[in-house]
Structure formats: structure tokens, C-alpha cells
T-cell receptor, first 117, second 113 residues
Framework: DAGITQSPRHKVTETGTPVTLRCHQTENHRYMYWYRQDPGHGLRLIHYSYGVKDTDKGEVSDGYSVSRSKTEDFLLTLESATSSQTSVYFC????????????????FGPGTRLTVL | GEDVEQSLFLSVREGDSSVINCTYTDSSSTYLYWYKQEPGAGLQLLTYIFSNMDMKQDQRLTVLLNKKDKHLSLRIADTQTGDSAIYFCAESLLSGSARQLTFGSGTQLTVLP
């Protein structure tokens, strides 16, 4: 978890309200990812970013949007939260392939537990 | 499409070896990873193997890769109670503008005293 923080760590909200989760890194890594973790599904990719203002959809992007206005921060927004979005959300970072770190290994933050009532 | 499969549960006695298995479907994977998740925590990278390797050893951990059968395994020697956790395998594939990881559902390892 070193170099990656997520806030808040826990949140309870009501259906229909907007929610924003924040991921902050101090590693200056190019790539950032948002996953959700649900029982029986492992981790599924929601959105990712390959640079400032550059984002793309993952496997389960419906109902989510993201923004990356600077290298260190990647925000995940649920415009109108639904009960199906109750989950644990993980942020991950990785460096670009071919750089000194070598691989495209992803390093994970501690997670945010979101409950939508 | 990509699909990574793991058995859901494994129980072993303390001091025995644990072997966690994983199968994947995409032969173009470059790296394959093993992550460990303890309760209430994020995923911790354990080890990885490049797709042109057959085996990698790192202290108590041994990773075996059979590319022909698309089978990956993680062996933990002298398993300890602190090894109790969920273990995820993942394959790395180029998709869109980044390399993406596809995860298995995780194997819950329970170490019995």
C-alpha cells in the first residue's frame, strides 16, 4: 500500500446520491486503475487512466465516471449511487512498460468499503 | 475473451506445503501474477512470472507455469498460520490503451494448527 492512499476508507450513502472516491499516489506512476471487488467475482476493472486527462473504460464501467486532472489523483464518481454498487473499491497504479521498473505490475491501495442503502 | 479460474478453498496443516492452482485462457499473456489479500486489506503482490519462463522460486514460494496447458500454480513451502489469506492469480494483457489485469475469483487458504 506504500505510496497509494484512498479516501474515504468507509462510506455509507443512500440510493440516488452522488459519491466520489479519491485515489492519491506519490509514486509518479503513469497508469491508474479503479476496480471493484465482490464475492465470487475477484476484482473487476471499472475504469483506468493512461495519463493526465486520458481515461478509458473497463469491464464494468456503467454507472461510473472518472477524472484525472493531475498525475497523482484519480477520482471515481458514482453520479447516482445504486444498491448494486455496494462493494469494496480498490485503486491500483503501475509504471509504464519498458521503464526502469520493468514489468506492468500493479500495486494496490487499501480499499474503500462503500455501502449504498 | 479472457477467463481466469481458481478453486475457491484450500485447507492445509501448518508445516505442510500448499499448492494453489490457476488456469487462464489467453495465450498472449505476458506476465502472470500472484497476489495475497488478508482480511480487510488491499492486494499485496507476492510474485510474478514472465510468460517465457517455466518456473520461478522466491524463498518459500515456487511458481510453475505450463504454457501448453495454460496452467499456473503457486506452491508455498512450510505453510504457516500467517499464510492464511485469499490468493489471486491474474494475467496481464494489452487491451485498449494499457496493459490490464484479469483476476481469478481467489482461493481462500486456511492453515490449520
Amino acid at each position: 500500500d506504500a505510496g497509494i492512499t484512498q479516501s474515504p476508507r468507509h462510506k455509507v450513502t443512500e440510493t440516488g446520491t452522488p459519491v466520489t472516491l479519491r485515489c492519491h499516489q506519490t509514486e509518479n506512476h503513469r497508469y491508474m486503475y479503479w476496480y471493484r471487488q465482490d464475492p465470487g467475482h475477484g476484482l473487476r476493472l471499472i475504469h483506468y487512466s493512461y495519463g493526465v486527462k486520458d481515461t478509458d473504460k473497463g469491464e464494468v464501467s456503467d454507472g461510473y465516471s472518472v477524472s484525472r486532472s493531475k498525475t497523482e489523483d484519480f477520482l471515481l464518481t458514482l453520479e447516482s449511487a445504486t444498491s448494486s454498487q455496494t462493494s469494496v473499491y480498490f485503486c491500483a497504479i503501475s509504471d509504464a512498460p519498458g521503464t526502469a521498473s520493468g514489468t506492468d505490475t500493479q500495486y494496490f491501495g487499501p480499499g474503500t468499503r462503500l455501502t449504498v442503502l | 475473451g479472457e477467463d481466469v479460474e481458481q478453486s475457491l478453498f484450500l485447507s492445509v496443516r501448518e508445516g505442510d506445503s500448499s499448492v494453489i492452482n490457476c488456469t487462464y485462457t489467453d495465450s498472449s499473456s505476458t506476465y502472470l501474477y500472484w497476489y495475497k489479500q488478508e482480511p480487510g486489506a488491499g492486494l499485496q503482490l507476492l510474485t510474478y512470472i514472465f510468460s517465457n519462463m517455466d518456473m520461478k522460486q522466491d524463498q518459500r514460494l515456487t511458481v510453475l507455469l505450463n504454457k501448453k496447458d495454460k496452467h499456473l500454480s503457486l506452491r508455498i513451502a512450510d505453510t504457516q498460520t500467517g499464510d492464511s489469506a485469499i490468493y489471486f492469480c491474474a494475467e496481464s494483457l494489452l487491451s485498449g490503451s494499457a496493459r490490464q489485469l484479469t483476476f481469478g475469483s481467489g482461493t481462500q487458504l486456511t492453515v490449520l494448527p
